[in-house]
């Protein structure tokens, strides 16, 4: 089992930047696969972004992706998402999520993910 815990969200102005953080336990996250999701009020959960395993690939949704930078630490059994130049399209529940691989490979799709957090609220102004 594994136990997910987001902390970072907060309120922003557009143009602003945040970083938010997914503390694991229960199990060490080197042999897991790693993404971020975020859920809008009244729009579905989407994909945001994905580490491998080791940290070597990662993966991004494209109105992010020349703006965010998903990491790991691994000896801190933690992940992070960093998001610049935000806009109020970014506000949303931001939530981490694992699944257990063997290879390094990302996933984009929701329910290939086998743990997840309870979110963390992300707010951008204008």
């Known amino acids: 089992q594994v136990l997910l815990v987001e902390s970072g969200g907060g309120l922003v102005q557009a143009g602003g930047s945040l970083r938010v953080s997914c503390a694991a336990s229960g199990r060490a996250i080197g042999d897991y696969a790693m993404g971020w999701f975020r859920q809008a009020p009244g729009k579905e959960r989407e994909f945001v972004a994905a580490?491998?395993?080791?940290?070597?690939?990662?993966d991004y949704l494209d109105s992010v992706k020349d703006r965010s930078i998903i990491s790991r630490d691994n000896a801190k059994n933690t992940v992070y998402l960093q998001m610049n130049s935000l806009s109020p399209e970014d506000t949303a529940v931001y939530y981490c999520a694992a699944v257990l691989s063997n290879t390094d490979s990302l996933y984009r799709v929701r329910n290939h993910y086998d743990y997840w957090g309870r979110g963390t609220q992300v707010t951008v102004s204008s």
């Open positions: 580490i491998s395993r080791g940290g070597a690939r990662t």
